[in-house]
């Protein structure tokens, strides 16, 4: 009987406890309600809604892929070692200790001015993230308030730009000399509380919307006049398809190709000893050895290869082959299916790149008439390749070509594109660019598809009206419509602006 008294008046005094953490007594102006599948998300309405991130909005409840992500691209491949080594300990710890010692390991030593990742990174991790239902009730806010456990320099770039979040607190990090600390600020509630009352207008009905656990651990819903809350249990949702994204992500950076859960990373790791000398290997058997010998052994190392093409492809003069951007090997691999050498240009390429490459390169200057002065050289002396895009895209969407191409001959011969990977992107706009061969190849199973389209007349069937601008949109959309690819009139200038500061330069040496 003693030993049930003592229970039930710690019972009591936990249950307490956890209404007034909810303002669910007497003196609160509503009540919190739990969502299932009784209650129709169509309810939630208010001036201002608050959202927890990870509990309301993520479908996963784990964050450790995400620092995970930023150990890997702010940090290197040590870091993200050392993250590894340590999740077994962080399945013991807290949620805030873990927390801490997440942000110890991903962010000591970094340079504030330097980090992107939660801007080019982060955002197409937690985009495929999002669940449907967690999303439909963002959407019900007119003022939508996002908080997360998180550092906020990681998800206010995710929340503002593609899911148009108007107010984002997170976790502050200590700042010292230019360089994260591995410290965060400690009073993050009472941060958060002052942000809200200041967002707040008078008279505004503010909801939250968060799990169980999440409603303990934040303070916000101390200004909501009703509160939503659902359990990990429930939380069985959907992923919200790409075609329902408010904005789609069109560029991201960073090499790692997949969500790097614990299981996933420690693949990648047991894998780099193999993947580096493989990808050395790969890259000889293609600079030394010809097409016909180097594609079998290439299939035998696991590299995948599709070809198609229309009959009749010979032809006595040179081909100004036109093509979409995926990687640094595009013209070579157009090369590889054309069965002999052919030229390429670029806006961009490191001298590293140039000396190693099998097919001779040119470096364009970006100065409209020595390009074409250039271009019809090459284009005098054999097949020439062009990628129109001037930079990669990594996504199903085509950049805006660049119409010079068609001032150099009178028939251009567009080619489809299509790369797919499951580890490492070949590709990068902040990173060594002379190292974007050699991610493409460490991949385990590498894939290449190209297809030849029919040829297009630069005059457009013979109609001179139409200026060069008008045939390159021509081209882009016939070859979108092959891609099965979104055209869209975004350039190599806005990728680089937004992915990495710059206009895309990369110094000669």
């Known amino acids: ?26 003196r609160s102006s509503g009540h919190a309600k739990h969502i299932n599948r009784s209650i129709s998300l169509e309810k939630v309405s208010a001036d201002t809604l608050v959202v927890d991130v990870e509990g309301g909005l993520l479908r996963s409840p784990s964050i450790f892929p995400y620092f995970m992500l930023v150990a890997l691209e702010a940090g290197g491949f040590i870091r993200g070692l050392v993250l590894l080594l340590l999740y077994p300990l962080l399945c013991f710890l807290s949620q805030e200790v873990g927390l801490k010692v997440m942000v110890m390991v991903c962010f000591c030593g970094l340079r504030k001015k330097g980090f992107r990742v939660g801007r080019a990174v982060l955002p197409k991790f937690f985009m495929e993230d999002v669940g449907v239902e967690g999303f439909e009730v963002l959407k019900k806010g007119r003022k939508r308030v996002c908080v997360s456990s998180m550092p906020t320099l990681m998800v206010e770039g995710f929340l503002k730009e593609f899911l148009e979040v108007e107010v984002v607190v997170g976790r502050e990090l200590k700042v010292f000399a230019g360089f994260f600390t591995g410290f965060m600020e400690e009073d993050h509630n009472g941060f958060l509380n002052s942000t809200l009352q200041g967002e707040l207008e008078l008279g505004d009905e503010v909801v939250g919307f968060a799990t169980f656990s999440k409603a303990l651990h934040h303070g916000f819903f101390y200004h909501c006049k009703e509160v939503y809350l659902v359990s990990q249990a429930e939380k069985n949702w959907h992923s919200l398809p790409r075609e329902s994204y408010p904005k789609p992500v069109v560029f991201h950076d960073g090499r790692i190709a997949f969500r790097p859960t614990p299981a996933a990373t420690l693949a990648m790791f047991l894998w780099l000893p193999i993947g580096i000398p493989l990808a050395v290997f790969r890259a000889l058997i293609y600079i030394l050895l010809p097409y016909n010998i180097a594609l079998p052994i290439g299939a035998f190392t696991g590299m995948k290869s599709r070809l198609a093409a229309p009959a009749n492809r010979q032809c006595s003069k040179s081909q100004l082959y ?4 995926r990687t640094l090997l595009d013209p070579v691999y157009i090369s590889a299916a054309l069965n002999k050498e052919v030229s390429a240009v ?14 001779k390169t040119a470096r364009l200057t970006r100065n409209k008439e020595e390009d074409r002065r250039r271009m019809e050289k090459l284009l005098s002396q054999g097949d020439l390749v062009v990628c129109p895009e001037g930079t990669t895209c990594r996504e199903p969407f085509l950049l805006r070509f660049s119409p010079l191409f068609t001032e150099l001959t009178e028939e251009v ?11 490492f992107h070949g590709t990068t706009a902040s990173g060594f660019k002379c190292f974007d061969p050699l991610f493409f190849l460490m991949n385990p199973r590498p894939e290449y598809q190209v297809e030849f389209l029919e040829k297009v007349p630069t005059d457009w069937s013979g109609n001179k009206n139409y200026n060069s601008i008008q045939v390159a949109n021509h081209v882009q959309r016939e070859m979108g419509k092959a891609l099965g690819f979104t055209c ?13 500061d710059n206009e895309g330069t990369v110094s000669k040496s």
């Not at 670029?346 to 097919?359: D, N």
């Not at 869209?488 to 990495?500: P, Q, V």
């Open 346 to 359: 670029t806006y961009s390429l490191s001298r590293v790149s140039e000396m190693l490459s099998p097919i």
């Open 488 to 500: 869209t009139a975004l350039t190599r200038r806005d990728k680089y602006l937004i992915l990495a």
């Open 322 to 325: 036109v093509c979409n951007h």
């Open 413 to 423: 011969i567009p080619v489809a594109l299509v790369t797919n990977v499951s580890m």
């Open 1 to 26: 009987m003693a030993a049930f008294k003592v229970f039930s008046k710690s019972f009591m005094s936990f249950y307490l406890l956890l209404l007034r953490r909810l303002k669910i007594t007497r």
